[in-house]
């Protein structure tokens, strides 16, 4: 469980050690920032004292229904874009990814989540034009009231298989 997070200006937020990585990866990768919701990593200059060439701001805002952070016009090193995008946070562990609008080159981001130990991921987009205008992505957590068994296998054609879970009414 963690009580506190990070915003880093190249697009993602974290909840452990800062990542100071700017040159995106395919995840799940060491490199990449851990235990980490990546809304749109790459070598982002947000306005910043460190140069005079940033552009767009880093807001957040919350309250006890959610938690936003809001890269608002952020362009891309080098000016090769603009970006308009909203990670949002709730307090039963989902999140969702908004993005208004997204100009320019969009296609060299990493856009997914991944582990404390850079172990596992789910990447949604690596360096591809996924993301426009008027899109939203959003992530669910297995609810605690429903447990599966770890199981695996293959479904052979023309059959069926039955797989066995718990649905516990009395959990929460």
């Known amino acids: 469980m963690?009580?506190?997070f990070l915003v880093n200006p190249n697009g993602w937020v974290g909840?452990?050690?800062?990542?100071?990585q700017y040159n995106n990866t395919s995840i799940p990768h060491?490199?990449?920032p851990r235990a980490s919701?990546?809304?749109y990593?790459?070598?982002?200059?947000?306005l910043n004292a460190g140069n005079n060439t940033g552009e767009g701001t880093v807001h957040y805002?919350?309250?006890?229904?959610?938690?936003?952070?809001?890269?608002?016009?952020?362009?891309?090193?080098?000016g090769l874009g603009t970006y308009n995008y909203q990670i949002?946070?709730?307090?039963?562990?989902?999140?969702k990814i908004n993005y208004y609008s997204m100009e320019g080159n969009y296609g060299s981001g990493t856009i997914g989540i991944q582990n404390q130990t850079a172990t596992d991921a789910m990447e949604v987009?690596?360096?591809?034009?996924?993301?426009?205008?008027?899109?939203?992505?959003q992530f669910f957590a297995t609810p605690i009231w429903m447990l599966f068994e770890t199981m695996s296998g293959v479904l052979p054609g023309y059959s069926e298989v039955t797989l066995p879970f718990l649905i516990d009414a009395f959990c929460c």
Do not use: H, Q
Not at 41 to 46: A, G, I, R
Not at 61 to 74: G, K, P, Q
Not at 125 to 137: E, F, K, Q, R, V
């Open 41 to 46: 990593w790459d070598d982002l200059n947000p």
């Open 61 to 78: 805002d919350s309250d006890a229904d959610r938690c936003v952070i809001w890269f608002n016009d952020v362009i891309r090193w080098g």
């Open 37 to 39: 919701i990546m809304g």
């Open 125 to 137: 987009a690596y360096n591809t034009n996924y993301t426009t205008g008027d899109l939203t992505i």
């Open 15 to 20: 909840f452990e050690d800062d990542n100071s």
């Open 88 to 95: 949002v946070l709730y307090p039963d562990y989902t999140f």
């Open 30 to 32: 060491v490199n990449a």
């Open 2 to 4: 963690y009580t506190d």
